[in-house]
């Protein structure tokens, strides 16, 4: 179940497929009826409601179980029930106000990709003035001087790709310093782009020899794309070339015709089919659909010295992101990130991502409104699969210790604490089973997950 | 004769600009689209897909988009969004105080290593090793010593132009005529007045050509440091811009910055005319 469904809702469908038998999910019936187009809500009315779902969830853990509830007693008389003996004022109160930031004026980071779209869209749309911040975002040039102006306390906390903390923490690539990530910024919303006169090589067999290019060697773009070719029979260390190339330099790249394609954030494959270069072959959520992309990182430094301003920041963070989830808001998103000042990309291409009805560089119109999507939770078996894609590339060697190292860098504990502060309501676990490309991944077996694969890195 | 030479000069520039623009402008000429497609998909579709718009701009956008700048040269739209005019004064006050602080170091070191020709021998190599190091190659080093961007690129401009300096510095002190400081010498000039009224005025020229080869290397190299540390500076904006494959913008950056290069170049220029003097 998302964090930002409706818990009061009886006739949410709790398994596949949708109420109505004609849409794909329940999320796609609900895009399609837009029930719950609630533009103008105040912003007590907002906190009450998910401070009555905390509670509705805390009473009922199991869905089919309140489901029951609800339907023989109505969701108004439920409501109106839980008030009774749950003081809901007092507690919307006490989630709305608290402890001042140590630090209110705040520098964080980010790369001009779509992935960074809650981080930056937080500053125009105002959610880090509402938690109490003053923020600069500020646009930075690549993954390594995000990661040195982070380590050097220029920025207090900065978008990193989901990878990044954990080999920072690790000290590959850099001094071991300690990272943390609080929430996670997309899932999906990347994509594999080939040049033009691929259009008929779209079988994975036939890419032998050639280049790609991908945004930096600790990226979920890394690790999806090897695994997308390992799967197909190719080792990406011998049969094709794969290249870190920042990603504005991708489409002039591609043009060039020094790279066949590449595994990048969005909006750069769709510049890359707006600007006729290339054609979009798969989007990342077919290799693993809901995988996680960027995260929103800071030091544990910051963390501890300021964890009042760190709380906030994670707030607004989250809040900016559960808007960002809603299908109805992206247009706005798409206005509001697409200046200068912001990603510097055509509107055009930035709705595209967003909305995900998009040109396919083919000539034809798709529409995936899952195209990317934004979910803060920082599962640790997110962290916990990176870890072995590490392993099987041989990025790190010898024994890891998969469980502390997650723990310790994806906090889900700290972040489920502020989710149900703020009402949303956070998974009871922070492990959770998911496959990619129909395999699936047990959190628990990693060792065995590694020695699984076939294509691998002798270590 | 000579107003007559700087008049055809002229003339001949203008020729040449004029057929330069020409053919830019026919080379980068739209084609008509090469394929048909749904209207629908058009509009999803960026300008060189659709009408065959070449990619590369003509001078007629360059100039329209120049104007649009020039109107506005301060405008500030948030910390990663600013006027070229703000632009460009961040990367004068990087490039000036970097180079500043090269010259308070090399002129006087250079002045020491130049009047001890077993110094100048000694430090010699390591002068060499340094002076053709990128500043690109610096940058990491400097970000992850000084731990602060905007030192690191001032840090990285003094020790990029730093080396010219010194090595003229050096070399125009040593190679001082030999009769002038005997000279000196039977005049009883003690040494620091020797080098006052003395050196220094005969180096001058040859240590000022060496402060105009520096600052012709920080204005190259400022373009560089901001790319790669973004957040203000003209090479931020050719970074930023071309993160939007705004090529145009890009067109418009280089040609700031070979003015404003030509402009600190003169500047310099003028100076080593002044203390010229004829043997």
Redesign the interface.
Known sequence: MSTFDDPFDAGRNLGAGCVCGQHRSAREHEQATALRCDPVESEEKRYEGVVASAVMRAMFPQDAARRAFLKSVGASTALAALSQFFPLKTATEVFAQTGTPEKKDLKVGFI?ITCATPIIMAAPLGFYAKHGLNV???????W??IR??T????YDAAHMLAPMPIAISLGLGANAIPFAVPAIENINGQGIVLASKHKDKRDPKDWKGMKFAIPFDYSMHNYLLRYYLAEHGLDPDTDVQLRSVPP??M??NL?ADNIDGFLAPDNICQ?A????VGFMHLLSKEIWDGHPCCSFAASREFITTAPNSFAALTRAIVDATAYASKAENRKQIAEAIA????I???V?VLE?VLTG???DGL???KTDAKRVDFDPFPWQSFAVWMLTQMKRWGQIKGDVDYKAVAEQVYLATDTKKLMTEMGLSPPASSYKSFAVMGKTFDPAKPEDYVASFKIRKAS | MTSSLRLRAGLVSIVLLAAFLGVWHLATRSTSAT?T??P??A????L??TQGKS?MPGPLDVGAKLWEHLRRPFYD?????KGLGIQLGYSIARVGLGYLLAVLVAIPLGFLIGMSPLLSKALDPFIQVLKPISPLAWM?LA??TI???SISAIFVIFICSIWPMLLNTVFGVASVRKEWINVARTLEVGTVRRAFTVILPAAAPTILTGMRISIGIAWLVIVAAE?????TGIG?FV???????SITNVIIAILLIGIVGMLLDQILARFTRMVTFPE
């Open positions: 001009p600069e975002v500020v646009k930075t040039a690549g390594a001087v040195d102006k380590i050097n306390k220029e504005p330099e489409v002039a043009r510049r089919i707006y600007d006729g200046p200068a000042n912001y510097n990309a055509p055009t595209q009805t998009y040109a000539g034809g119109v | 394929t497609m749904s629908e998909y509009k999803l579709m960026g060189t897909a990619a739209n948030g910390p990663n969004d990491p970000l992850y731990k602060d961007s790319m790669l540390v973004g957040g931020y970074w930023n811009e071309w993160n939007n494959l």
